[in-house]
């Protein structure tokens, strides 16, 4: 029969994981670790998950998760096929896009963007990535030490995104809806990592300001639409 193992520990275990995960990258990251931060010997985390590789496509599943989480099914978690934790993430990315109304703006090009559609896409970007913080923060840090999970967020994910939205940008700067600038591309940049600092990375600040989520999220959007509104 298969070993079960309590869902609360299951639960301590992404936990302590996802924290090794970031902290070191998916190269540096071993098992010994996992299981210092968790407070046992390597042999019981191996109990659980049959490999590293097991481990980190558990996390990435389990990140953004409603607590509690629920225990697998059988123990220990079996290493993935090839391939199969990067196309849950390809499938995470296509199924749910950021921002809606970014996408229904690229489906009908012919129309230029305001004000008031940019806050809106600003808000959903934002919501979007403080839902998945967790997942966000994970794939960023180990993406590069994994080649075909770099390829898939880099180019899918981040890359995408950053096209999406300079398009938009761009096509709102001809129709003087938005201030022109030597590069949209950069100031599409701007914009994501101003977002995603506040909606994602300052949990792992070490040194956080004290702002309430909403008053973050409120002072950077409009912050962003300011500085981007064609003012004649």
Same mark, same amino acid.
């Given at each position: 029969? +298969?070993r079960?193992?309590?869902?609360?520990?299951?639960?301590?275990?992404? @936990?302590? *994981?996802?924290?090794v995960?970031i902290?070191? !990258? #998916?190269?540096?990251t071993?098992m010994?670790?996992? *299981? @210092?931060?968790l !407070?046992?010997? =390597?042999?019981?985390?191996y109990r659980?998950?049959?490999s590293?590789?097991?481990?980190?496509?558990?996390?990435?599943?389990y990140?953004d998760a409603?607590?509690?989480?629920?225990?697998?099914?059988? $123990?220990?978690?079996?290493? +993935?096929?090839?391939?199969?934790?990067?196309? #849950?993430?390809?499938?995470r990315?296509?199924?749910?896009?950021?921002?809606?109304t970014?996408?229904?703006?690229?489906?009908?090009?012919?129309r230029? !963007?305001?004000?008031r &559609?940019?806050?809106?896409?600003?808000?959903?970007?934002?919501?979007?990535m403080? =839902?998945?913080?967790?997942?966000? =923060?994970?794939?960023?840090?180990?993406a590069a030490? #994994?080649?075909? $999970?770099?390829r898939?967020?880099?180019?899918?994910?981040?890359?995408?995104? $950053?096209?999406?939205?300079?398009? #938009?940008l761009?096509?709102g700067?001809?129709?003087?809806?938005?201030?022109?600038?030597p590069e949209?591309?950069v100031a599409?940049?701007?914009?994501?990592?101003? $977002?995603?600092?506040w *909606?994602?990375?300052?949990?792992?600040?070490?040194? +956080?300001?004290?702002?309430?989520?909403?008053?973050? &999220?409120?002072?950077?959007?409009?912050?962003?639409? *300011?500085?981007?509104?064609?003012?004649?």
């Open positions: 029969m +298969p079960r193992m309590p869902a609360g520990r299951v639960q301590d275990l992404v @936990d302590s *994981a996802t924290a995960f902290a070191q !990258g #998916y190269r540096r071993q010994a670790d996992v *299981a @210092d931060a !407070g046992v010997a =390597k042999g019981t985390v659980c998950v049959e590293k590789e097991a481990l980190f496509d558990l996390v990435l599943r990140a409603p607590r509690p989480i629920a225990a697998p099914r059988a $123990l220990p978690v079996r290493t +993935p096929a090839r391939g199969r934790t990067v196309r #849950y993430v390809q499938e990315l296509a199924s749910d896009p950021a921002s809606p970014l996408w229904r703006a690229r489906a009908r090009g012919h230029r !963007g305001d004000a &559609e940019l806050a809106r896409i600003l808000r959903e970007l934002y919501h979007a403080a =839902k998945n913080r967790t997942g966000i =923060k994970l794939v960023d840090r180990c030490e #994994y080649p075909d $999970l770099a898939v967020w880099f180019g899918r994910g981040r890359g995408a995104l $950053l096209s999406q939205l300079t398009a #938009y761009e096509r700067m001809r129709a003087r809806r938005f201030r022109a600038v949209p591309a599409a940049r701007i914009v994501i990592e101003a $977002l995603v600092f *909606a994602v990375h300052r949990h792992w600040d070490p040194a +956080p300001q004290p702002i309430d989520p909403r008053v973050a &999220e409120e002072t950077v959007v409009q912050m962003l639409v *300011a500085a981007l509104r064609h003012r004649p």
